[in-house]
């Protein structure tokens, strides 16, 4: 890839590699909100609810994914900017081994841990029988799930995001077919939504399996001697995407506490549904970001701070204009929106005043997010995970347990707003440090 071409044409380059990770990101929420609809409309609210108890587990595998890909494609990226594809392959590699390993022994120790989940969730009758028949089958997905998030941020890596948009689109259409038939058709109830995720991670997989398997890419599987140094820097730089997943786990597991014991299932349902809007965002964001961390890592190997900055101030700009629209549309349309859902009207009147609160978070999570995966490009894991760490843990818990206890559902829609605003005075202030460490460039 070449700098010059990059350090001209900022805005084209940030468009070709993030528009398709958008696209991929947006057909795997449009494949959440899929089988939300066909669970809302044929299984029923308490179902929803049940899938969203258990999102932790979701986000505790991402965590896994996203520091072990993050952090390997940030130095195949270096080293790609260094003319080194040969190291470059042998640590894609020893990446792939690497997660494969860490995820299904994350599988063995949760279903190990099942029951005891069950019961801090306090999850218990028809709640109880959803999440079991749900995610005793997603256990076998979700490593797959990672698998083909990590290769997909490789292909981003070698430079072909359409590879990675062309797999997305085959994988919603793929799931749509198939929960029509499973949960739509046959009546499989969340088991069938769960097989159906099942069988697309499969398909997928062994599609971006193929993609790397020609050795005239610029990174391919090739044989490669185990490199702790490897290991070990792999995951000091993707630490900020692993303290963000899980973060996102600890706080999905103490929302779904909280709401349990202060709201009830209905809030419980709410809170999903307005969460698949917020989710739908965030994989906008995070899909720039995808499309900037390669593109910042090249920048960096190849001694051009100055147009990483400017790469990640034209993102900051792109996402801020996106965000606006978000708040507007939600704010306007968010009964017919919960409606598509086949919730109560106390859900959906629940979702719509969710919204009218919720509009400031579009404005400046997004800020945060490309912060966040800038400074992870830019090798400063600290200053990654001190953003992920006040978004995902210190201030995110803190308001939780706090906001719901005084103001019951509107402290709950407060939590994020709040969290993302005092983390983006935070990034400003690392931001600006870091231009000072630059020379003020």
Known sequence: MDINQIKENKLKFILQFSIPSIISMLLQTAITITDAFFTGNYVGENALAAINLGLPILYFFLGIGLCVGVGGSVISGRLLGKQNSKKASEVFSQTMITSAVYCIATSVIIFVLFTPILSVLRADGELSVYFNGYYKIMLFTYPLMVVGTILGMFIRTDGKPQVCMFVGIIGCILNAVLDYVFVGALRMGVEGSAIASLIVQAITVAIQFVYFMKPERSIHFTRFGFDKSVNKETLINGSSEF???????????????????????????????????????????????????????????????????????????????????????????????????????????????????????????????????????????????????????????????????????????????????????????????????????
Not at 258 to 275: E, R
Not at 309 to 329: C, D, H, P, Q, Y
Not at 333 to 342: C, D, E, T, V
Not at 374 to 386: M, N, R
């Open 243 to 441: 303290i963000g997943e899980m973060a996102s786990a600890i706080s999905m597991f103490a929302f779904n506490y909280v709401l349990m014991k202060y709201v009830g299932s209905q809030g419980l349902a709410a809170f999903t549904i307005l969460g698949f809007a917020v989710y739908g965002f965030s994989m906008i964001a995070i899909g720039f970001g995808q499309g900037l961390t390669p593109l910042v890592s090249i920048c960096w190997g190849a001694n051009e701070q100055k147009t990483a900055m400017e790469l990640r101030s034209v993102t900051n700009k792109i996402l801020l204009i996106i965000g606006l629209l978000f708040a507007v549309a939600f704010s306007v349309f968010g009964n017919s929106y919960a409606a598509m859902f086949g919730c109560s009207d106390v859900v959906a009147n629940m979702v719509a005043s969710g919204f009218r609160i919720y509009a400031a978070t579009f404005l400046v999570m997004g800020f945060d997010v490309i912060n966040s995966m800038y400074f992870t490009g830019c090798g400063d894991a600290l200053s990654s995970a001190i953003i992920s760490s006040l978004r995902g843990v210190v201030l995110l818990l803190a308001f939780t347990f706090i906001f719901p206890a005084l103001w019951g559902m509107t402290g709950v829609w407060f939590v994020a707003p709040a969290t993302e605003i005092l983390t983006a005075v935070v990034s400003l202030f690392l931001i600006n440090k870091q231009k000072k460490l630059c020379g003020g460039r």
